[in-house]
DNA sequence: CTACCTGGTCACCGAAGGGAACTTCAACGA
DNA sequence: TCGTTGAAGTTCCCTTCGGTGACCAGGTAG
């Protein structure tokens, strides 16, 4: 009732590339609040568990690791187990990781340059409308 | 690959540009699940709003009136109602929201080209760790 | 010993998000 | 005329997600 079976017309908005539902989910799992905060956090350099979490004080250790799992299963960081004594692991970025670094880094351009219009544009719709 | 250690200032890291949290909220307002969708979608021409549910099958009546709004709040997009008696309303990108198109590519090229190593990194993370 | 650090896990809980029904108004059809 | 369809949502319910704080195991500083 919903859906309409008309393979005809079924590609009708291919744009430039085919963007798979796979591309977003991945896009979900490495853009997220806590995900861009640590990865921007770990391009500097490799940091400890509460090194992070004292980086970025408004997370929680569990979002905190939770995000670390999220990143290393989809090789973003690296978990490597400095000291097994005193038990100190490391996180750091990988070489996919670092690929993302320049979309980062502009898209925090992006929203440093549009804040103001953003802002305007907020006040506009709260206000008069 | 990293900037010299800084050992004087044990402060906050200022690499080379102020983040704010605002810039992080909005990139959470814009770069969510849906805003991606939704603001690709609409790039390419201005839709309707059963058009954009057909467009983007998944998402829910709920959640696609949810984005919309939050994207109108940002002036992303523009909400223009084109008939009244039969009511019938039109999305489009304003300018401010195009500023995001480039990124939103960047983005969806690098998953696209990144796709294969971070299934590859998932397989090894789920199977032999 | 106690206190505190590291690197977590666990149980609870409120908010966010999805599913599906319902609404309103207008048009179409027989 | 009544029923159905379509547009553009809204409302209710329920599940899931993410945050809070407690707790734990092992080391180590006082």
Known sequence: MVDT?????A?????TVQVTPTQRELLD???????????DTLCERPRRFNELRRAIPVVTQKSLT?????LERNGMVERVVISDRPVAVEYRITALGDT???LIDAL???SGEHLPAVEDARARFDGED
């Open 5 to 9: 079976p008309d393979p005809a017309s």
């Open 11 to 15: 590609q009708e908005q291919t744009t």
């Open 29 to 39: 799992e490495v853009l997220d609040k806590w995900s861009l905060h640590v990865l």
């Open 66 to 70: 939770a995000t670390l799992r999220r």
């Open 100 to 102: 993302l670094q320049d």
């Open 108 to 110: 925090l351009g992006w």
